[in-house]
């Protein structure tokens, strides 16, 4: 039974190119929430998703900043025309549906801008 | 407006000592409280997960507290070791929207 999965580990792009970090949920968990993580900083909430559905992306900065949750394979963060301000740790967390339940974290994704 | 307020916001103790991480929130209707590990480079890992009905919670070393009524947790960790050099998170949801509200989290580091 595999946790959260975020791949890649590690990711460096150039300034204005686009970077797309993906998420696959513990199997049986429809919920997806994004945070992003400055360095010395702490988590900060960016977008939550349910299996085709954006539920609040209160969080996310807007433009350049995408996020999808298919029916079918991993939910997706897309950011387009990266600037070296959106280097940072991006993790994922999946829950079942409830607050009272698993909520479980991966093990995020680095994006580093040159 | 709901928040989550951790003290301190780092810690630094001897190798064996023991210390309590404080949470206060403002999250309502009060669903859980999570206290999380996040490791240098990792994802957080959940500790504990206490509900309203719950007072005190452990795993190993790690003991968490919750006082609905004052809406404060803490986190008792006793005979540290070097490993406890963490982040330490707490995590409140409500009972609406299936939200989560996070801590700043206290950032712990123990010397030999």
């Known amino acids: 039974n595999a946790g959260v999965m975020q791949n890649p580990r590690h990711l460096v792009r150039r300034r204005g190119q686009e970077a797309r970090l993906r998420c696959s949920p513990v199997?049986?968990?429809?919920?997806v929430y994004w945070y992003r993580q400055l360095p010395e900083e702490g988590l900060k909430f960016m977008v939550y998703?349910?299996?085709?559905?954006?539920?609040?992306e209160s969080g996310m900065p807007k433009e350049r900043f995408s996020a999808e949750f298919p029916k079918e394979g991993p939910s997706i963060l897309r950011i387009q025309q990266v600037v070296r301000g959106d280097s940072a740790a991006y993790f994922c967390?999946?829950?079942?549906?409830?607050?009272?339940?698993?909520?479980?974290f991966g093990s995020g994704t680095r994006l580093t801008v040159v | 407006k709901n928040q989550v307020e951790q003290s301190p916001q780092s810690l630094i103790i001897l190798e064996g000592k023991n210390c309590t991480l404080q949470?206060?929130?403002?999250?309502?209707?009060?669903?859980?409280l999570r206290w999380y590990k996040q490791d240098t480079g990792r994802g957080p890992v959940s500790l504990t997960i206490?509900?309203?009905?719950?007072n005190t919670k452990s795993n190993g070393r790690y003991t968490a507290t919750l006082d609905a009524d004052t809406k404060q947790s803490s986190l008792h960790i006793t005979a540290s070791q070097l490993s406890d050099s963490a982040s330490y998170i707490c995590?409140?949801?409500?009972?609406?929207?299936?939200?989560?509200?996070f801590g700043t989290g206290t950032s712990l580091t123990v010397i030999p």
């Open positions: 967390a999946s829950s079942p549906g409830n607050t009272g339940s698993g909520y479980t």
């Open positions: 199997k049986g968990h429809s919920h």
């Open positions: 998703l349910q299996k085709e559905n954006i539920i609040d």
């Open positions: 949470c206060n929130y403002t999250v309502s209707p009060f669903s859980n």
């Open positions: 206490m509900t309203f009905s719950e």
């Open positions: 995590v409140v949801s409500a009972n609406t929207g299936n939200q989560f509200y």
